[in-house]
């Protein structure tokens, strides 16, 4: 039986007053499952493994994804062109952000049963991901695309590096730091 008959199958039984018995069906065809949210912090180095891995390719569109720093960049250098903020409220954040800057998602929900491990987890947009949420790709009707290659499209990465290094002040206010640390400590144990 399918959720709208349920609920009309419902709602006939509680024109006839038979609360209990809608109560029972509700139970049997229509359970609730709460879902088991647990939050989640990512170290930049977890999520960079990631990212490199999946080659800043959203995993659920196809489409190139950005290594964080560098709309930061963009933004400190053209603030009314590109403006950010530390919420990304719409209002007040270009919506590139939400478009652009990779995250990672767990391909089946933990809440549904998936494990919090880097074989179930794919780089993905905020927006994406924020779409995604608690949802199997089959539900939404999306499908895995496949990993780009880093060697190919590394997200603005190397560009950042190199900016970054001759602007040293730019890379701190960019929050680059933390993520260059974290490619160079990743970098260093290959």
Avoid at 37 to 62: A, E, H, P, W
Avoid at 119 to 125: D, G
């Amino acid at each position: 039986m399918n959720g709208s008959s349920v609920i009309r199958d419902v709602c006939g039984l509680l024109s006839k007053g038979s609360i209990e018995s809608g109560k029972e069906l509700l139970r049997a065809e229509l359970p609730f499952r709460p879902l088991n949210r647990k939050s989640r912090n990512y170290t930049k180095k977890q999520m960079m493994r990631v990212f490199l891995r999946d080659g800043f390719i959203d995993r659920y569109s196809g489409e190139k994804l950005l290594f964080p720093p560098v709309l930061r960049i963009i933004s400190l250098l053209y603030p009314l062109e590109f403006p950010y903020h530390s919420h990304w409220k719409m209002d007040r954040c270009h919506l590139a952000y939400w478009h652009l800057i990779p995250t990672i998602d767990h391909v089946v929900p933990v809440s549904r049963g998936g494990l919090d491990e880097e074989a179930n987890m794919v780089c993905t947009s905020q927006m994406k991901n924020s779409v995604k949420a608690g949802w199997l790709l089959e539900e939404l009707g999306w499908k895995l695309y496949p990993a780009g290659c880093a060697d190919e499209w590394d997200g603005l990465l190397q560009w950042a590096v190199s900016y970054c290094g001759t602007n040293s002040r730019l890379m701190q206010k960019s929050n680059a730091t933390d993520w260059l640390k974290a490619y160079s400590d990743l970098s260093s144990l290959h």
